[in-house]
């Protein structure tokens, strides 16, 4: 275990940077997850076959082949940008058709008696959603998103493989390939990484799940 | 719940009714909010077609269009198609033999620890459980990565299993990850069902055992059939990610290559793209199928949805 023990410091920086990873896409696909629902329940027609078609295409696309995508496509559309920014965008763009789907369930399990009240006394489509459902919704939902979440730090994973640098498994890389430390302890400490993430992401989720939990 | 008045609705009602896909947050749209939708939607197709147009003149500009770039992918007279189909073919066999060899072990294995988790006593299912926490806990690139350097690195020798070291770096490391979840989509299904199934087959005279087999685990194999399609199609995905590890040749990686020689990376990714939208979209429906079909005649009624992506059940 030497191996990881000796390194200890490029471990804690790429932890920190893989965190940073699943950090910045939980806030955004959490964001664009939620946007993407109100599109798939509202009463446009258009904007439920958008929403239904994004879903539909993203979460049967593999994330590598999402983020190849990004890489090789959009320099043509003329944005370039490194592949730190489009990896992220990817795991934001792949995990925010799960979070719309989990959200949507949601909102499919709030009693129609609330959203009838709300319409009753005069709240418009949106008022009702933000005011009334979405509120709910949200509370309901907090196992599955949890699981989507931590699915989407396990592939945060998957973003580093793709080459972002500096981070749990580009770590790994650079002390086996560059430096040439044994393999194997080398990966088991980049795992470890992600084992402390997943891991604690799990018992918070728990402890959210207790307080905010609706009985009905 | 209707959004007309149960009683006699008028035709314009029912006309107006609002299509499945609606819920009970807003009315059957009325003349005016129908025409506030057109107008907001013809607004934002206008908007959307706009950034296409955008997007396909830059694309057009980069010289993306050319025929030389499609035509090995699409245009049957060219040279090169029929090749570039064949290894198109060959990269898809290997993805669906890889997922589902890796599907059917973690069928196998996780059937044996889901039994070992309900059968041993509170204390004894700790390194069970504590197995089954590890394994969800890692990335499941990581566990491919693992596997993959315990074979190259201590020389594992795997070439006596049919299909090649390659195919089984990638086949382990989906069912380490795998097999956990597939465990829990097993366990659940058990629990799901009503105690009476077991109390009956004991009143009967069966054992422990031969209740389990014969009368819980084949309804509980029913039951969560659909989640087990749904982990098939995250398995599906799933093998794509060996092309960034490196070894097996499936679908992904073919793309790679064929790219290294014909240059055109968006077009052959578009194709491999829709590929596996058409595969796992069409495994997703079979699973809604069987499930429909499955909470209709289930003996519980309460049928375990497992989500493919996350691997949770909520019953």
């Known amino acids: 275990m030497s191996p990881v023990l000796d390194n200890l410091d490029l471990y804690w920086s790429g932890f920190l940077k893989s965190l940073l990873i699943c950090i910045y896409a939980m806030v955004g696909a959490l964001l664009l997850g939620t946007v993407l629902a109100a599109f798939r ?9 958008v929403g239904s078609a994004y879903v539909t295409v993203l979460r049967n696309t593999p994330l590598t082949v999402v983020l190849f995508f990004l890489a090789f496509g959009l320099p043509e559309l003329g944005i370039n940008q490194s592949f730190y920014t489009f990896g992220v965008a990817g795991l934001i763009f792949y995990t925010s058709a799960f979070v719309c789907e989990a959200v949507r369930s949601g909102v499919n399990s709030v009693a129609p008696g609330q959203a009838e009240a709300a319409r009753s006394i005069g709240l418009n489509f949106t008022q009702s959603l933000t005011v009334v459902v979405l509120p709910q919704a949200l509370r309901t939902v907090v196992p599955p998103l949890g699981s989507v979440i931590i699915a989407m730090f396990k592939n945060s994973a998957v973003v580093g493989a793709f080459g972002v640098g500096s981070d749990l498994y580009s770590v790994g890389k650079q002390l086996s390939s560059a ?29 959210i799940e207790r307080k905010v939990a609706i009985v009905r | 719940m209707s959004t007309t008045t149960p009683k006699a609705p008028s035709r314009r009602a029912r006309r107006a009714a609002p299509d499945p896909g609606a819920t009970v947050l807003f009315d059957a749209p009325g003349p005016v909010a129908r ?20 997007a396909v003149l830059r694309l057009a500009d980069r010289g993306q269009f050319k025929g030389a770039l499609w035509a090995p992918l699409l245009d049957p007279s060219d040279k090169d198609f029929q090749q570039v189909w064949k290894l198109i073919g060959t990269g898809l066999g290997n993805t669906l033999r890889a997922a589902v060899i890796a599907i059917v072990l973690s069928l196998v294995i996780g059937t044996v620890i889901a039994l070992l988790r309900l059968s041993l006593g509170r204390v004894g299912r700790v390194p069970v459980v504590a197995l089954i926490e590890l394994l969800r806990g ?41 097999c956990v979840i597939i465990a829990e989509i097993v366990r659940a299904g058990v629990v799901s069902l009503p105690r009476g199934q077991r109390e009956a087959a004991l009143a009967v005279g069966l054992t422990n055992q031969q209740a389990m087999r014969s009368i819980l685990l084949p309804q509980a194999f029913r039951v969560m059939l659909p989640s087990l399609i749904s982990q098939l199609i995250v398995v599906l995905k799933d093998t794509s990610l060996i092309s960034l590890i490196g070894g097996y040749i499936e679908l992904l990686k073919q793309g790679g290559l064929l790219i290294q020689n014909l240059g055109n990376p968006i077009q052959v990714y578009v194709v491999i793209g829709i590929i596996y939208i058409l595969i796992n979209y069409t495994l997703g429906k079979l699973a809604e199928y069987v499930q429909r079909r499955s909470s209709r005649s289930s003996a519980s009624g309460r049928v375990p949805i497992v989500d493919g992506a996350t691997g949770t059940a909520t019953v």
């Not at chain 1, 470890?192 to 992401?201: E, K, N």
């Not at chain 2, 596997?147 to 090649?164: A, D, I």
């Not at chain 2, 770096?169 to 069912?175: D, K, P, R």
């Open chain 1, 179 to 207: 430096q040439g430390l044994p393999a194997l302890p080398v990966y088991v400490g980049s795992a470890l990484g992600y084992l402390v993430i997943t891991l604690s992401a799990g018992l918070a989720l728990a402890v």
């Open chain 2, 35 to 54: 025409r506030n939708a057109f107008v907001f939607s013809l607004v934002g197709a206008v908007l959307v077609v706009a950034v296409v147009v955008v």
């Open chain 2, 138 to 178: 890692l990335p499941v690139v990581i566990t491919i990565l693992l596997v993959y350097t315990v074979v190259t690195s201590y020389r594992v020798n795997l070439g006596f299993l049919p299909g090649g070291r390659d195919l089984w770096i990638l086949v382990i490391g989906l069912t380490l990850y795998n």
């Open chain 1, 41 to 49: 329940v509202s009463p446009v027609p258009t904007l439920r076959w």
